[in-house]
């Protein structure tokens, strides 16, 4: 079975501060994504990456930054975390070829105060 | 812009009952189309892949069918259990995204 992890299920961290959410996927997958959920939004794009040290920008990147210097990790940095950044965080990967099934982890509520 | 639609917003069914979920896209050049199940606070779970080129894919108690010509997905549950209460989303293949609707969310009562 295809295994997506994220580092936290729950963070609470203060306006300014910098935060890691780290996601690590176990099947070799290419295709890595983070994505942010809120009520009444649906599921939106932050950052993609599509191979080690490669990344593309999603829908909403402003406020954020990736890091992928191994396949199987790819990390969200939030450079000075804001109040409006409070959501659920989800990271998922994708099988490549043809078929591309999408594959999530658990999700990191994160918290700003 | 795809634009991908999900109609209702939320249902609420007897437990036993077959109900049907839909899923609606603007533009039918896709790749392939995804559903997914979340339950509260969790991540999604992929429940079923139809490739552009299939009409339907099956899994237990769960059928999805895809019409292209007419940009229409639909998810049958069949049987319906308290257990299947959550949130069910549709997403459909954009190149390398996933363009993904907002869901229905579903409630089966005993």
């Known amino acids: 079975d295809v295994k997506v992890t994220q580092s936290s299920r729950y963070l609470v961290k203060r306006t300014g501060e910098k935060v890691f959410l780290e996601c690590v996927q176990d099947m070799d997958h290419e295709n890595m994504f983070w994505y942010r959920q809120d009520p009444g939004l649906g599921l939106r794009l932050i950052y993609f990456?599509?191979?080690?040290?490669?990344?593309e920008k999603g829908d909403i990147p402003e406020g954020y930054s990736v890091s992928r210097e191994k396949k199987e990790r790819f990390s969200l940095i939030l450079e000075s975390a804001s109040t409006n950044q409070t959501s659920m965080y989800l990271c998922?990967?994708?099988?490549?070829?043809?078929?591309?099934?999408?594959?999530f982890g658990p999700g990191t509520r994160l918290t700003v105060t | 812009k795809q634009e991908v639609t999900q109609i209702p917003a939320a249902l609420s069914v007897p437990e036993g009952e077959n109900l049907v979920l839909n899923c609606s896209f603007t533009?039918?050049?896709?790749?392939?189309l995804q559903w997914f199940r979340q339950d509260p606070g969790k991540g999604l779970t992929s429940l079923l892949l139809i490739q552009s080129s299939q009409r339907e894919q099956t899994s237990g108690r769960l059928n999805a069918s895809l019409d292209k010509s007419s940009g229409r997905s639909t998810l049958y549950i069949a049987a319906s259990q308290p257990g299947d209460s959550a949130t069910y989303l549709c997403?459909?293949?954009?190149?390398?995204?996933?363009?993904f609707g907002t869901g229905t969310r579903l409630q089966v009562f005993p």
């Open positions: 997403a459909v293949r954009d190149t390398d995204k996933l363009i």
């Open positions: 990456s599509y191979d080690v040290k490669m990344k």
């Open positions: 533009d039918s050049a896709i790749y392939n």
């Open positions: 998922a990967s994708t099988t490549s070829g043809t078929r591309y099934e999408q594959y």
